[in-house]
Nanobody, 125 residues
Framework: VQLVESGGGSAQPGGSLRLSCEAS????????IGWFRQAPGKAREGVSA????????YITDSVKGRFSISFDHAKDTVYMDMNSLKPEDTAVYYC???????????????????WGAGTLVTVSS
């Protein structure tokens, strides 16, 4: 499985960015895909996820109301729209594919089977 991310960059506080991740090489049409992030000096955390078949989603509390996740079946691409960005959103964002539970748990990385290379998001004035 290959996950190719795009859309990182810089934004001012209160601004918006959209991250994209295209998945290829997955044999089953049913999978959960989403985003982790790792800020400097902090552990990697699950941010959002969506199931490709039933549309079930997960959004971590710290970004609820600001971030949203969606999936385009035709393109096998997941999008995360990040609005009202804060400096504390600064991190490397990684696309990941695996079990939904992996996005919820503090040590859930073992439930994820594929990772993207990561894309840097910087929020500063």
């Amino acid at each position: 499985v290959q996950l190719v991310e795009s859309g990182g960059g810089s934004a001012q506080p209160g601004g918006s960015l959209r991250l994209s991740c295209e998945a290829s090489g997955y044999s089953s049409g049913d999978y959960t895909i989403g985003w982790f992030r790792q800020a400097p000096g902090k552990a990697r955390e699950g941010v959002s996820a969506i199931n490709s078949e039933d549309g079930d989603t997960y959004i971590t509390d710290s970004v609820k109301g600001r971030f949203s996740i969606s999936f385009d079946h035709a393109k096998d691409t997941v999008y995360m729209d990040m609005n009202s960005l804060k400096p504390e959103d600064t991190a490397v964002y990684y696309c990941a594919l695996g079990d939904m539970v992996g996005f919820h748990l503090p040590d859930g990385e073992r439930y994820l089977e594929s990772w993207g290379a990561g894309t840097l998001v910087t929020v500063s004035s």
